[in-house]
Structure formats: C-alpha cells, structure tokens
C-alpha cells in the first residue's frame, strides 16, 4: 500500500466528465480516477475548505460518525475490476478501537477523507494496473544552456502530449460508468 493525495480535479475534454488526479507520496506516480460531477463539486468544496449554508451529504456523514463514536481512519482504494475501482471506508471506533470496513466509490471515500484528514491508501496492485508516471520538472541553477534548450524541448514534447492524450489512455470503463 502506498498513500496518495489529491492533486487536482479537472474535466477530461473528450468527454466533458470530471477527474480526480491523486499523486503518491512515495513515488512519482499518479492516479487518475473519473468520478461523476456531484462528487467533484463536493471534493472541490472540502479542498478549498468553502463554508456551505447547510452541511452536504459528505459533512453529514462525517457529523453522523462523530455523534455515533466513530472517526474515518482512512481509505482504501484496493481493486480494479473492468475499469471500475473499488475501495473500502475504514471506521474506527473512539471508544473501543474497533474497525470497521465498509465498500465505497473511491469518489466517495476521496470525498469523505478529505474532510476527515484521513489518509488515501492504494494497493500495489491498483497502482501496477492504474497508475501512469508523473513528470516532475525541477529547475537546476547549475544547468547548461544547452541542457535548459533540451528540457524546453521535452516540455513541448510532453505538452503535446498533453494535448492529444484520450481518455482511453487512462482505462475509462468502455461502458461509461463512473469509478
């Protein structure tokens, strides 16, 4: 198991359906995972820590486990299965220490763990079967002119990459359903 956080949310433009991009904290991988709008709205609402009239159906759920004893420990994004992932909501109770595991849309337990502060763990064989290699460009004051020419063109290179990538890359479900 690894631990990921959540990167980023965006729009996949070839099907105009929302994305959740998490980055793994022990390696330079990233996790993209389509999740439907409802869940998008709710994690990008608990990121940039909006304060809402009434509680949303994630905050209720984390007020409901907090009257009943209970705390979200963390989550589990442990499968694949046909383009689907599949993760588990770990509880623990406060009192006796107790856990319980209940089966959740990843998109759900993102949702619920951002306002927990819980961690987003991923099995070895989801991120073997899901995740894609992050580029991570750091700038060297020591580098060359012709060193600093080359990486402007591997940018441009992968901005192009960028660009053209399909939704296919990433193993979106040919039905269409949301992971």
Same mark, same amino acid.
């Not at 109770?93 to 991923?122: F, K, M, W, Y």
């Not at 991570?136 to 004051?141: A, C, L, N, S, V």
């Given at each position: 198991?690894?631990?990921?956080?959540?990167?980023?949310?965006?729009?996949?433009?070839?099907?105009? @359906?929302?994305?959740?991009?998490?980055?793994?904290?022990?390696?330079?991988?990233?996790?993209?995972?389509?999740?439907?709008?409802?869940?998008? !709205?709710?994690?990008?609402?608990?990121?940039?820590?909006? &304060?809402?009239?009434?509680?949303? /159906? !994630?905050?209720?759920?984390?007020? %409901?486990?907090?009257?009943?004893? $209970?705390?979200?420990?963390? /989550?589990? #994004?442990?499968?694949?299965?046909?383009?689907? $992932?599949?993760?588990?909501?770990? $509880?623990?109770?406060? #009192? /006796?220490?107790?856990?319980?595991?209940?089966?959740?849309?990843?998109?759900? %337990?993102?949702?619920?763990?951002?306002?927990? @502060? %819980?961690?987003?763990?991923?099995?070895?064989?989801?991120?073997?079967?899901? %995740?894609?290699?992050?580029?991570?460009?750091?700038?060297?004051? @020591?580098?060359?002119?012709?060193? &600093?020419?080359? /990486?402007? &063109?591997?940018?441009?290179? $992968?901005?192009?990459?960028?660009? @053209?990538?399909?939704?296919?890359?990433?193993?979106?479900?040919?039905?269409?359903?949301?992971?």
């Amino acid at each position: 198991m690894q631990e990921f956080k959540i990167t980023g949310i965006g729009i996949d433009t070839r099907t105009d @359906n929302p994305l959740i991009i998490l980055h793994s904290l022990e390696s330079d991988l990233i996790l993209p995972i389509w999740i439907g709008r409802l869940e998008a !709205h709710s994690i990008a609402i608990a990121l940039q820590e909006e &304060k809402v009239e009434r509680p949303l /159906t !994630h905050d209720l759920i984390i007020n %409901c486990l907090e009257k009943f004893g $209970f705390k979200l420990d963390r /989550t589990i #994004i442990h499968s694949v299965i046909d383009s689907i $992932f599949y993760a588990d909501l770990v $509880f623990k109770n406060l #009192i /006796t220490g107790e856990e319980i595991l209940l089966d959740a849309r990843p998109s759900d %337990c993102i949702a619920l763990a951002v306002r927990a @502060n %819980c961690s987003v763990l991923v099995s070895a064989l989801v991120i073997e079967e899901s %995740c894609i290699p992050a580029i991570i460009q750091i700038e060297d004051p @020591n580098e060359s002119e012709n060193d &600093k020419t080359e /990486t402007k &063109k591997e940018k441009e290179a $992968f901005q192009r990459f960028l660009d @053209n990538v399909k939704a296919s890359d990433f193993k979106l479900s040919s039905d269409g359903k949301e992971n």
